[in-house]
């Protein structure tokens, strides 16, 4: 993909991706289209700090799905980068390992969902993640960049009449700083979320089809994914005490 160009523009998708769903390509396409990106890597979280979920999907499996999903998009790649995290992955981590792999002269762009964007000022250190690299914020109906703004860390927060000037822009826009800048990606309108799909298999796995690419949806099938796992029936635990009970009979009939 390099090819004759002498720098490359890379995006970062981090996410659960339990599963990965068509509002998930459809992000990655339309930043893509938008920013004229060379490569997006999908990047799962094998821990991810602010999804603690007991039933998160196992790593493989999500990887799988993805690497289902992006077979046909040259442009895109599912990345194990976060597989070996001996604790909870961190953005800040993943963004130093891949700014290593990369040439000095590439771009990089952290790809997000604004619902996501909104809890930056938790994660670990986010005024240097900002200044790592750029930060392409997906938007969703009822945001604007005003509320990208909001979540920036105070140092960084614009002033409240730049905000009341941010909050007309709801699909495109920028907000340059010193370190970094944060462009807003119009809605993609896509209303569909991983909840929702998790949800769909157990119910109704035929709505799947049009959530999640076919490959993704067959895989979902055939290795019975979201579907509960059915309670084993309880052991017997009274016949070791009777056989026990049986055998003292015998031994003292003796
Ligand atoms: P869940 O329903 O389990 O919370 P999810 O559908 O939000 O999952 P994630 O893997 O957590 O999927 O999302 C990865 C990234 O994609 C996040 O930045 C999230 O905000 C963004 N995202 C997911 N679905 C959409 C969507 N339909 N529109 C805009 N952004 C989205």
Redo the contacts with the bound molecule.
Sequence with gaps: MRGAKTSLKVAL??????P??V??L??ARAAVREFGLDRVYFV?ASA?PH?Q?ADLTEFHHRFAMLALATEGEDRFIPSPMEAQAAGPNYSIDTVRALKKKLAKEDRLYF???????LDLNTWRHPVELLSQCDFIV???PGYSLADVGKALPEALRPDKAQLRRLRGMKTRGAITLPSTTIRLLG??R?????????AAAQKSPARLQRLVPPEVAAYIRKEHLYVPVPAQPEKESTIPLKVLSFDRERRSSR
């Design positions: 998708f981090g996410g659960t991706f339990d990965v769903h509002g998930h459809a992000i799962p991810p999804k979920r790809l997000i969902g604004i619902d996501a964007f997906v938007s969703r809605t993609v896509k209303a569909v979320s991983s909840t929702e799909i998790r």
